[in-house]
């Protein structure tokens, strides 16, 4: 591993506080040596990293407000030389490779054991990206095909989010809840996605979702 600060400073950001939690109980048994700061949004996220100067961002994709993929990008953006490892619940199919794209350092996924957690924030400290087994098969099965762009990489990342949601059935009132949003602006949202991707009903929406492993 290459050398590093003796004493590591690390940046949970996720909207759950018992989740952020176990990460940094994980984290500081395993790295004696990191300072963990928590976030539970993209603001608070800004202004932590602002003032802590970190050397490693554990990033939670999908937090209500500003997604975690348009956190990612302003991190980029404002400190380009911070990794940032994302940690989602959906599998690599849904946003690896998206966020990868976005300037990811890491994707893994909140199934995966806490010893995999460890290996992947080790790895990007020392120089690497990460890249579990899972996302390596991904990442060569993308590589083989055309290199067209599949309807649901068409979509922005808060489009992505909703689509996902409406391929569930979830209802238009309840996305709403959950991003913090107005149920006029998920309306709206949803009547891009099918325009974007071809589509004129959630049903077919689902139907390519679930063809895609995406849900």
Request: charged share 25%; hydrophobic share 45%; net charge neutral.
């Given at each position: 591993?290459s050398?590093?600060?003796k004493?590591?400073?690390?940046?949970?950001?996720?909207?759950?506080?018992i989740?952020?939690?176990?990460?940094?109980?994980?984290?500081?048994?395993?790295?004696?040596?990191?300072?963990?700061?928590?976030?539970?949004?993209?603001?608070?996220?800004?202004?932590?990293?602002d003032?802590?100067?970190?050397?490693?961002v554990?990033?939670?994709?999908?937090?209500p407000?500003?997604t975690?993929?348009?956190?990612?990008r302003?991190?980029?953006?404002?400190?380009?030389?911070?990794?940032?490892l994302v940690?989602?619940?959906h599998?690599?199919?849904?946003?690896?490779?998206?966020?990868?794209k976005?300037g990811?350092?890491?994707?893994?996924?909140?199934?995966l054991?806490?010893?995999e957690?460890?290996?992947?924030?080790?790895?990007?400290?020392?120089?690497?990206?990460?890249?579990?087994?899972?996302?390596?098969?991904l990442?060569?099965?993308?590589?083989?095909?055309?290199e067209?762009?599949?309807?649901?990489e068409?979509?922005?990342?808060r489009e992505?989010?909703?689509?996902?949601?409406l391929?569930v059935?979830?209802?238009?009132?309840?996305?709403?809840?959950?991003l913090?949003?107005?149920?006029?602006?998920?309306?709206?949202?949803?009547s891009?996605?099918?325009?974007?991707?071809g589509?004129?009903?959630?049903?077919?929406?689902?139907?390519?979702a679930?063809?895609?492993?995406l849900i």
């Amino acid at each position: 591993m290459s050398q590093r600060k003796k004493t590591l400073c690390i940046v949970v950001v996720d909207d759950h506080a018992i989740f952020r939690r176990g990460v940094r109980d994980i984290l500081m048994e395993s790295l004696p040596q990191a300072r963990v700061v928590e976030a539970g949004d993209a603001p608070t996220a800004m202004r932590v990293i602002d003032t802590n100067s970190p050397d490693l961002v554990v990033l939670d994709i999908s937090m209500p407000g500003r997604t975690g993929v348009d956190l990612l990008r302003d991190i980029n953006q404002a400190h380009p030389s911070l990794p940032v490892l994302v940690l989602s619940m959906h599998p690599e199919e849904q946003y690896a490779v998206r966020v990868l794209k976005a300037g990811a350092a890491g994707y893994l996924t909140k199934m995966l054991a806490p010893n995999e957690l460890v290996k992947a924030v080790e790895q990007i400290l020392g120089g690497e990206q990460y890249v579990s087994d899972a996302l390596g098969q991904l990442l060569a099965r993308r590589m083989t095909r055309s290199e067209a762009p599949l309807p649901h990489e068409l979509l922005s990342p808060r489009e992505h989010e909703i689509m996902l949601q409406l391929a569930v059935g979830k209802p238009l009132k309840e996305i709403a809840l959950d991003l913090s949003i107005t149920i006029q602006t998920v309306s709206t949202h949803r009547s891009r996605i099918l325009r974007k991707m071809g589509f004129k009903t959630n049903a077919e929406l689902t139907r390519y979702a679930v063809e895609q492993k995406l849900i």
